[in-house]
């Protein structure tokens, strides 16, 4: 079982910067790549960025490619999100997971755990 719980969201106006931190309890956090992924208001929850367990491989939506920044900290049990440049389009719920797997993934539905999700704010 693994815990997670994200902060970091807030508002903040388009061309600004934040940082989103996700923070996971359980065991074994470095086996697990993860993965953060919005939801807009109508919308679908989309992927926006994943690392592997070992963050050596890091893979990011066409969207955010160049302004978003994914890492990790094995000894910390933390991932972060970077997020520059920030665009009104930028704004949801952002969702911190981890999948139970060296490679992280497209796909929602690869993920195992789910944080309770974190809200951005750009105001253009």
């Known amino acids: 079982q693994v815990q997670l719980v994200e902060s970091g969201g807030g508002l903040v106006q388009a061309g600004g910067s934040l940082r989103l931190s996700c923070a996971a309890s359980?065991?074994?956090?470095?086996?697990?790549?993860m993965g953060w992924f919005r939801q807009a208001p109508g919308k679908e929850r989309e992927f926006v960025a994943a690392?592997?367990?070992?963050?050596?491989?890091?893979n990011y939506a066409d969207s955010v490619k160049g302004r978003f920044f994914i890492s990790r900290d094995n000894a910390q049990n933390t991932v972060a999100l970077q997020m520059n440049s920030l665009k009104p389009e930028d704004t949801a719920v952002y969702y911190c997971?981890?999948?139970?797997?060296?490679?992280?993934?497209?796909?929602?539905?690869?993920?195992?755990?789910w944080g309770q999700g974190t809200r951005i704010t750009v105001s253009s």
């Open positions: 997971a981890a999948r139970s797997s060296e490679m992280g993934s497209t796909s929602p539905r690869a993920y195992d755990y």
């Open positions: 359980g065991r074994t956090f470095s086996r697990y790549a």
């Open positions: 690392i592997s367990w070992s963050g050596v491989t890091r």
